[in-house]
């Protein structure tokens, strides 16, 4: 599977938008990107994945470039409660889901 | 409904004990898993199981076993406790791998601390 790059740490205003980069240039076709967050020791949480297309649901939005070689998650609209370690991980269905260290978001007040 | 449970929440107990911890899902999924997280809070697989087919990550110790008496319940056994040992122990599901996505739910972890 792909390696991702993120940053270690990034802050957000509560209220505001929380952009979340990864990087996967050697991402292949048939490769999926995956976004887990994980609170302060809880389980991870799935938040959203995407092959091609953006992606939105009711946590999120996933921004996928044309080349598929770097994406964006987006948290509209970040409280206090988003802050946590988020993971961008790529993989092929069917194998296994390696975590990575992660950027560590911390929501401002 | 908690989909993903475990069972219990900590775990404190001496080296050279032999341990077990629960896991549940009531999700349907047809895989489980088990991850470790150390101190450092890499969260790396150690086993994933379904009824087809076990998978062992080659790092982890023999001492360690999964047992799954049924679909909904995959249990890590734990011999000969080590001090190395202690960690969140977190357990995980997905969907059969045929139906094209294996996004896994995981639950709240154990934390085990080995004296």
């Known amino acids: 599977d792909a390696k991702t790059t993120q940053p270690t740490s990034m802050d957000c205003a509560e209220g505001r938008a929380a952009n979340l980069p990864c990087n996967h240039s050697t991402i292949s076709g048939n490769e999926y990107v995956y976004w887990y967050r994980q609170i302060h020791s809880q389980g991870p949480q799935y938040i959203i994945h995407?092959?091609?297309n953006n992606e939105t649901n009711e946590m999120a939005s996933l921004i996928i470039t044309e080349d598929r070689k770097s994406s964006t998650l987006i948290l509209p609209h970040a409280t206090l409660r988003d802050t946590a370690v988020y993971y961008c991980i790529v993989k092929v269905t069917g194998n296994q889901f390696y975590f990575g260290t992660g950027t560590s978001l911390t929501v401002i007040p | 409904d908690t989909a993903v449970s475990q069972t219990p929440k900590y775990l404190v107990t001496q080296m050279g004990n032999d341990k077990s911890i629960k896991c549940e899902q009531n999700?349907?999924?047809?895989?489980m898993y088990w991850y470790k997280q150390d101190s450092k809070k890499f969260l790396k697989i150690m086993f994933s199981?379904?009824?087809?087919?076990?998978?062992i990550n080659e790092t982890v110790p023999n001492r360690f076993s999964p047992k799954s008496p049924d679909k909904a319940h995959l249990n890590l056994h734990i011999n000969s406790l080590e001090l190395g040992d202690s960690a969140v122990y977190f357990c995980?599901?997905?969907?059969?791998?045929?139906?094209?996505?294996?996004?896994?739910?995981f639950g709240p972890g154990t934390r085990l601390t080995v004296l």
């Open positions: 995407g092959l091609k």
């Open positions: 995980a599901s997905s969907q059969d791998l045929d139906r094209g996505t294996d996004t896994q739910y």
């Open positions: 999700l349907g999924h047809d895989t």
């Open positions: 199981y379904n009824n087809k087919e076990l998978i």
